[in-house]
């Protein structure tokens, strides 16, 4: 268990709608990352937040945004979906970024299907 | 950009067998090395890095040597155990405007072990 917690498990939903998925980082853990993994695109960074400001920003649709909130929990909100929204949605936590060798610790993540 | 290969899998192999997957990566500078372990259902978690050039990181009797000549981070494991399989990701640390690292993953090699 890497302590960190993501919901839902899973979320199905249609074309055209808006989700939210949640994940709660490690105690301490002051940086949260989203990534996608897909079959055709492989394992994607999305965003980084660090103690709710965004610190860096990767492949993310402009359909998508995120935000980490005081609490240091951070909500993924994806909408207009289409069916190749449909993947695994990770969530990542580590106490900060600056230093090459720092560890990144993941949640078991959602998997969105969009039918 | 940065960019990591890994050998395309699935790779199958017996119980008690050698275990080598390919990774070489293209990077400006010195990057940080990384392996990733992916179990069915669950999220990435970090296998063993190596920081600097010759360095070699080690852990549950996996092993990866970090060489600058040929841009290369195999992993190997000398007698591979059922509950190996999994899908290993080799990744590099990648400075992100804004000053954070943030891996950048290969595709992934799954790893079938048969008893």
Known sequence: DSGVTQTPKHLITATGQRVTLRCSPRSGDLSVYWYQQSLDQGLQFLIQYYNGEERAKGNILERFSAQQFPDLHSELNLSSLELGDSALYFCASSVDQLLSTDTQYFGPGTRLTVL | ?115
């Open chain 2, 1 to 115: 950009g940065n960019s990591v290969t890994q050998m395309e899998g699935p790779v199958t192999l017996s119980e008690e067998a050698f275990l080598t997957i390919n990774c070489t990566y293209t990077a400006t500078g010195y990057p940080s090395l990384f392996w990733y372990v992916q179990y069915p259902g669950e999220g990435l978690q970090l296998l063993l890095k190596a920081t600097k050039a010759d360095d070699k990181g080690s852990n549950k009797g996996f092993e990866a040597t970090y060489r600058k000549e040929t841009t290369s981070f195999h992993l190997e494991k000398g007698s591979v155990q059922v509950s190996d399989s999994a899908v290993y990701f080799c990744a590099l640390s990648d400075l992100r405007a804004g000053g954070s690292y943030i891996p950048t993953f290969g595709r992934g090699t799954s790893l079938i072990v048969h008893p």
